[in-house]
């Protein structure tokens, strides 16, 4: 069975009124048998899809972009010139992780990786302005230390992501 196809049987199987018990299927990130074998890579990490089927919830590395995203914009929103061109910067950057994460993970093999670390470099990227626009006293200390630090996690994330334990 294909993956995806156990989870279609028993959504048809509850339409008609049948029980089916459909085995969980993990996702492994290209390590095939490896993965077969132990059950899958790295379950304990934060990287993988937590068992549902939708990029949106299933890619925690995706959710935590998300929740980053949230809090540069937000940030970006408060700042006032002469820093307006770089809290665009800032926008861009930020909205760049979770956009790069979830087209990474409707991808295969290169393409996979290539949107993975555009991803990671966009994390380091809004990471670095913002702590300049901390530093210049453009944003509130706070406010973007937390932020850079949901970053940083994002950037672990996607490094394990990028370099898997097979």
């Known amino acids: 069975?294909?993956?995806?196809?156990?989870?279609?049987?028993?959504?048809?199987?509850?339409?008609?009124?049948?029980?089916?018990?459909?085995?969980?299927?993990?996702?492994?990130?290209d390590c095939g048998a490896l993965a077969s074998i132990w059950g899958g890579m790295n379950d304990t990490e934060e990287t993988m899809f937590d068992g549902t089927h939708t990029i949106n919830s299933g890619l925690t590395a995706h959710r935590v972009a998300l929740e980053a995203a949230a809090l540069a914009l937000r940030l970006a929103g408060t700042i006032r010139a002469p820093y307006r061109s770089l809290a665009d910067q800032v926008v861009r950057?930020?909205?760049?992780?979770?956009?790069?994460?979830?087209?990474g993970?409707?991808?295969?093999?290169?393409?996979?990786?290539?949107?993975?670390?555009?991803?990671y470099g966009s994390a380091l990227e809004v990471g670095s302005h913002l702590e300049l626009l901390r530093r210049v006293?453009?944003?509130?200390?706070?406010?973007?230390?937390?932020a850079i630090a949901v970053f940083d996690r994002v950037r672990?994330?996607?490094w394990?992501?990028?370099?898997?334990?097979?």
Not at 93 to 103: D, G, K, Q, T
Not at 105 to 119: I, L, S
Not at 160 to 166: E, G, I, S, T, Y
């Open 1 to 29: 069975m294909r993956e995806g196809e156990g989870q279609i049987a028993a959504e048809d199987a509850a339409v008609k009124g049948w029980a089916v018990k459909v085995p969980r299927q993990r996702s492994s990130l």
């Open 93 to 103: 950057s930020a909205s760049s992780v979770p956009a790069n994460l979830a087209e």
């Open 160 to 166: 394990r992501l990028l370099n898997p334990r097979c």
């Open 156 to 158: 672990a994330m996607t």
């Open 105 to 119: 993970a409707g991808r295969f093999g290169r393409d996979r990786r290539y949107h993975w670390r555009v991803a």
């Open 137 to 146: 006293g453009a944003i509130d200390g706070g406010r973007s230390r937390e």
